[in-house]
Structures are given as C-alpha cells and as structure tokens.
C-alpha cells in the first residue's frame, strides 16, 4: 500500500467513524428520551441479513413485541 492510499483510507476510516459516534450519541439521546419499556436484559436479536434491515426507515417497534417472563410452576418450563 502506498503513501496516496494510506492517506485515503485514513480519510474514509476517519469518517466512519466520527458517522458511528454521531449515530451513538443520537441514539443515547433517544433512549434517555424514549425510555425502553422492556425488563432489563432483554435481548432482541435481528439477523444481519434480515430484511428489516434494509429500509432505513423502517420502524422495528413495528414488528417488536412484549415478551413475557415465565412465571415458576409454569408447566411449558
């Protein structure tokens, strides 16, 4: 790799990365805003290939529902 394309990647990766600690930021912003109404440790897990993924737009809390804790002597435990 040369000097001309070292100085390039730097840009690009300098870039990027100041995008992820801007959507970070909004997204703490968000969350202080629009508290979560899970239990904590939820876990919500999307495929990285899933189509959710593609529109930008798209709203998750659409598809997002409320998981309910098992409660003890369930008989499904």
């Given at each position: ?18 995008e ?20 904590s ?18 709203d ?18």
């Open positions: 790799m040369n000097k001309e394309q070292k100085k390039e990647m730097d840009k690009v990766l300098s870039k990027l990365s100041a992820i600690e801007a959507e970070a930021i909004q997204m703490r912003l968000d969350y202080e805003n629009n508290p979560s109404n899970m239990d440790g939820s876990v919500i897990e999307i495929h990285q290939d899933s189509d959710l993924l593609i529109d930008e737009e798209f998750l809390h659409d598809v997002a529902y409320e998981i309910k804790r098992k409660e003890k002597g369930d008989k499904n435990e």
